[in-house]
């Protein structure tokens, strides 16, 4: 999914007033988050957070690849939601977001080699 498309659907689904810079910074977080904790130290990792614009938006692809770049449109509707001061709706797209993220990190976990190849001792 590139970064375009994330916003297009948040769009689509819960039209908001929150310019795009603020999703856009939103997005650079999570994707900063997910460079820590998730990638930091395996191969293929990238180099720096990134941080994404309205420039490159159309041809930069966020680093979860489908079925877990749903995180990305569950987190920004979760942001709107409590921008909106929607508690309820808010809660609902943190979990969501939560379950795809937590699926997300384990299989990378499963899946992602270590640079220094290390391997996990069950």
């Known amino acids: 999914?590139?970064?375009?498309e994330a916003l297009d659907t948040v769009n689509a689904l819960k039209p908001h007033p929150y310019?795009?810079?603020?999703?856009?910074?939103?997005?650079?977080?999570?994707?900063?988050?997910?460079?820590?904790e998730v990638w930091q130290g395996r191969e293929g990792a990238a180099e720096a957070v990134p941080d994404y614009t309205q420039e490159t938006a159309e041809t930069t692809a966020?680093?979860?690849e489908e079925p877990y770049d749903l995180m990305y449109i569950h987190y920004l509707m979760a942001r709107v939601a409590l921008w909106n001061g929607e508690t309820?709706?808010?809660?609902?797209?943190?979990?969501?977001?939560?379950?795809?993220?937590?699926?997300?990190?384990a299989d990378t976990s499963r899946n992602a080699a270590w640079k220094d190849g290390r391997k996990i001792q069950m």
């Open 1 to 4: 999914m590139t970064v375009k």
């Open 19 to 36: 310019d795009p810079k603020h999703l856009l910074r939103e997005l650079s977080r999570l994707d900063g988050r997910i460079l820590r």
């Open 62 to 64: 966020l680093l979860a």
């Open 88 to 105: 309820e709706r808010y809660n609902q797209f943190a979990a969501l977001f939560e379950e795809t993220y937590a699926a997300y990190r």
